[in-house]
Nanobody
């Protein structure tokens, strides 16, 4: 599975961005998916995750109520809608796929993901 993340950019605080993760080589409709972010010198951390079978979701406390993860199995994509962005959301965002046929489970730990996209930069100015 090859993943391609896109949609990052520069936005003012309070603005919105929509990140997309497209798959090639193999479908991701049977995988749990996640979005992570990383800033220089820090660990890559979970932002949001979604199961493959029933769309059960997880959000980090820092983004609850502002970010929404969704998947479009017909298009083989996963998106992250980010609203009310804050300067502390500035990071490189990565999409990841893991846990093929994992049912209703989503994953919050990096080591449980098998495939990673290349990352897309999100910069929020104050």
């Amino acid at each position: 599975v090859q993943l391609q993340a896109s949609g990052g950019g520069l936005v003012q605080a309070g603005g919105s961005l929509r990140l997309s993760c497209a798959a090639s080589g193999r479908t991701i409709i049977n995988y749990a998916m996640g979005w992570f972010r990383q800033t220089p010198g820090k660990e890559r951390v979970i932002v949001a995750a979604i199961s493959w079978s029933n769309g059960r979701t997880y959000y980090a406390d820092s983004v609850k109520g502002r970010f929404t993860i969704s998947r479009d199995n017909a298009k083989d994509t996963v998106s992250l809608q980010m609203n009310d962005l804050k300067p502390e959301d500035t990071a490189v965002y990565y999409c990841a796929a893991g846990g093929e046929y994992s049912g209703n489970y989503y994953y919050t730990e990096k080591h449980l993901y098998d495939y990673w996209g290349q990352g897309t930069q999100v910069t929020v100015s104050s």
